[in-house]
């Protein structure tokens, strides 16, 4: 429950910054100094302050959780957003999308790559942080299983910490890519490779005659 309220509000923040600061330079000048520079800042860092900001309680881990799986998904949602193909953009403007219709149907369909890719990412890194999240001051949860065992020396009980991380993070993989192709069927199948890959070559073909 940790991991995925943390997933889910860093998710979130980090996709709709990444978006906001992909379209108006201004606020990208202002706002990606601050963004760089606490990006270089590892989320075990402020295992301290968030103790001290905000308690040893659930808010903490979920700040830790939030704050590691940000980033991830920010970077890849502005790069793709940035990089999106201005010549689609222009497509959709002479057949009349613009505005936010450009925006949702061509801008954010362009990135969504990046955007579940970051977000795959950072599965595993909210897994990450939720075991340094529970080592200070816990009272439950596979990190303090693994820092109690450590304590006792019970190897044994280390290692089934560990593998439930494994399995957790496997488990969520699956789930999150199994989501995906349910509600985006096109994405990511060998299939629509395939079909892209003849479209081009008979593209090239008509393009040669």
């Known amino acids: 429950m940790r991991a995925a309220i943390g997933f889910l509000g860093g998710a979130a923040l980090g996709v709709a910054l990444g978006v906001a600061m992909a379209q108006p330079p201004l606020l990208h000048g202002i706002i990606n100094p601050l963004v760089q520079m606490f ?3 590892p989320s075990l860092a402020f295992v301290p302050l968030a103790i001290f900001w905000f308690g040893i309680g659930e808010t903490s881990k979920i700040f830790l959780i939030a704050w590691g799986v940000f980033f991830p998904v920010w970077v ?19 057949l009349g999308a613009r505005g936010w219709r450009n925006f949702a149907y061509v801008v954010i369909p362009g990135a969504l790559p990046f955007i579940i890719a970051g977000l795959r990412v950072s599965l595993s890194v909210a897994l990450v942080v939720l075991v340094a999240a529970e080592l200070a001051g816990a009272a439950f949860g596979v990190g303090y299983l693994i820092q109690m065992s450590q304590q006792v ?15 957790m993070g496997f488990v969520a993989d699956l789930l999150f890519e199994r989501a995906v192709r349910r509600l985006l069927p096109w994405y ?4 629509a490779g395939q079909k892209g890959s003849q479209i ?8 040669t005659k």
């Open 39 to 41: 990006r270089a800042v």
């Open 188 to 191: 990511g199948t060998e299939q």
């Open 76 to 94: 890849n949602t502005y790069i793709g957003v940035r990089d999106v193909s201005p010549l689609l953009g222009r497509t959709a403007a002479s």
């Open 153 to 167: 020396f019970r190897v044994d009980q280390m290692f089934v910490g560990l593998i439930v991380l494994g399995a």
């Open 200 to 207: 081009e070559r008979a593209s090239g073909r008509l393009i």
